[in-house]
């Protein structure tokens, strides 16, 4: 097989060290839904669903029916598959029959629901997510009762599987107001199928930052997707884990993700000549410049044109030059020895130093999150121990 410009590859030990963390944290009896959306937030879904069933975990959320087809391809007989976003019309019928779950954030749709599940004999299997206070999507107070009776007497033909909510910024202390609104609104929701005698089977508002950071809003499964990858939500989050265990730092997620490609070319560039389009880089000195095969179209922010760094030979070296679309080149002039072929680490730990996701995104004002999603799913994941 030919060979792609780049590769990824994932830590296993480090995902099991994260899921034991996170379980820690959120206490016994407390089921770990893994969100999985973008690709598995760009470290691959069909790799990092077999990896999370080796951690433990047997739960997997996606933003679409495409993402939960993929991930039916790759987990093993008893995982669950969870839609939180985008389900068509035409695809509930696939949803019900293969046993997905998905969530109901209007009405209108239910009957829909019915009418698949009554057409296959299967039960269908539904959230209701609730707005509380985010505006995105989620059944209004209007619509929950009725909701509650259509649930109550379609009993054998739907499974009130959840009741949920998504919080609008739980990782910044600043919002601590609003997730509280949001959370006591999500209260009265569930004081609401009390009294009708309408419990779902399981309770569930937490991401990542809320599970880490405010355990009252830890019911019967949290959703954790930016933590189990390796990555704190912000430094928020941080400092709180901090102040409860009384240490300065702690190393306890790990990032599970290293991105390498190799030296395409060598350049002798002569003082006072241009590197790369344009004249945003001029030789003040005679150098030698290395080329990588890989630029914005595979990833790669074009704003880290002058500004980021790889590492070869263990030591960081400076991008020089605009990024390209599928090439860009780096300063080597003062690294004796390197080699066409040698290995070159854009993201993670080549001896003792380190290239962090971070450092891309103080620069491109990208988040964490967004630089990773936008990685191409065409570059090889493998996992590593």
Known sequence: ????????????????????????????????????????????????????????????????????????????????????????????DWAVENGIEFYVFNYARLPLVLKSAQKLGKKAKVHIEVETGANRTGLTDKEFLPTLNFLKKHSEDIIFKGLCTHFGGAENISNQFKINKQHDRYKNFLKKCKQKGMMPEVRHIACSAAALAYKDTVYDMVRIGVAQYGFWPSPDIYYMHLQEIGKQSDGALKRIFTWKTDVMDIRDVDEGEFIGYGTSFQAVQDMK?????????????????????????????????????????????????????????????????????????????????????????????????
């Open 1 to 92: 097989m030919v060979r792609h410009s780049s590769r990824i590859e994932l830590s296993q030990s480090s995902l099991t060290t994260n899921i034991n963390f996170i379980k820690k944290k959120i206490g016994k009896g407390v089921r770990i839904s893994s969100v999985v959306k973008a690709n598995a937030y760009g470290h691959g879904i069909t790799e990092f669903v077999k990896m999370a069933e080796k951690a433990g975990v047997s739960h997997f959320a996606t933003a679409s029916a495409f993402e939960a087809e993929e991930v039916m391809d790759a987990k093993s007989e008893n995982s669950e598959v969870m839609i939180m976003g985008i389900l068509y019309d035409e695809d509930i």
């Open 289 to 385: 410049v290395a080329v990588m095969p890989l630029g914005y179209s595979n990833g790669y922010p074009r704003a880290q044109s002058n500004r980021g760094h790889v590492l070869i030979k263990g030591k960081k070296v400076p991008i020089v030059g605009l990024i390209n679309m599928n090439l860009f080149m780096v300063d080597v002039t003062n690294i004796p020895g390197v080699e066409l072929g040698e290995e070159v680490v854009l993201v993670g730990r080549q001896k003792n130093n380190t290239i962090n996701i971070s450092s891309f995104t103080q620069v491109t004002q990208l988040l964490n999150n967004e630089m990773l999603s936008r990685l191409p799913s065409a570059i090889p994941r493998k996992i590593v121990k």
